[in-house]
């Protein structure tokens, strides 16, 4: 079965810890997305990737960090420069980074930093 | 900057009512999206439509391009479909730090037997 796994599920760290998120795709989809979801706010664009080796800053970069060195992989770290990181994450895919193309969603991680 | 715009946030229906979630936007897009998201919190997309109507079982979504608004509609409604709608205008080219997909704030439905 084809899809996108983010694992853990949930998640709990101390504040000043950085944590990383992982995201892996089995569809050979070339652009991979993360996403925050806060409460009351629509998805918003953390970092994207188009192609391997290559990631583009979002709306809402700060505090994070991104690495694609593999097509299948997308993991995002959260830093402990990241001012206000308990959110639930979302990391998605498609086909291509043009489009319209369907983007794809993982189950998702939830973030809480304490 | 609100974008894309749904009404209503919040809707309770009695199962077997008729459905709709509008979503209006102000930027010029290429496609649309209708995304699904349970209480767990994974999305799935419904549909993506540039023009027209597109219809799956019993959810049905439109869309005026040029009057920049799309509707979902479900009929029969049941309590499974109890979930938030979230519609998503697409860009078209990444349109820089946006990405491709702008996304409303969603609609939370709720279904009761």
């Known amino acids: 079965d084809g899809g996108i796994t983010q694992s853990p599920k949930y998640l709990f760290r101390k504040e000043g810890q950085n944590v990383t998120l992982s995201c892996e795709q089995n569809l050979n989809h070339d652009a991979m997305y993360w996403y925050r979801q806060d409460p009351g706010q629509g998805l918003r664009l953390i970092y994207y990737s188009q192609i391997v080796n290559d990631f583009q800053k979002g709306d809402i970069a700060e505090g994070y960090s991104v690495s694609r060195e593999k097509k299948e992989s997308f993991p995002l770290t959260v830093t402990s420069a990241q001012k206000n990181p308990t959110a639930f994450y979302l990391c998605?895919?498609?086909?291509?980074?043009?489009?319209?193309?369907?983007?794809?969603f993982g189950p998702g991680t939830r973030l809480t930093v304490t | 900057k609100n974008e894309v715009e749904q009404s209503p946030q919040n809707l309770t229906a009695q199962e077997g009512e008729f459905i709709t979630i509008n979503c209006s936007y102000s930027v010029g897009i290429s496609a649309l999206h209708w995304l699904q998201q349970h209480p767990g919190g994974g999305i799935v997309s419904l549909f993506m439509l540039s023009s027209g109507k597109k219809k799956h079982g019993r959810l049905i979504a439109t869309i005026n391009i040029q009057e920049k608004h799309s509707s979902l509609h479900i009929t029969a409604s049941h309590p499974r479909d109890s979930a938030v709608y979230i519609c998503a205008p697409h860009l078209g080219a990444l349109g820089g730090s946006q990405g491709n997909l702008i996304f409303g704030k969603g609609t939370k439905l709720s279904v009761k037997p």
């Open positions: 998605a895919s498609s086909i291509a980074p043009f489009g319209p193309y369907e983007q794809y």
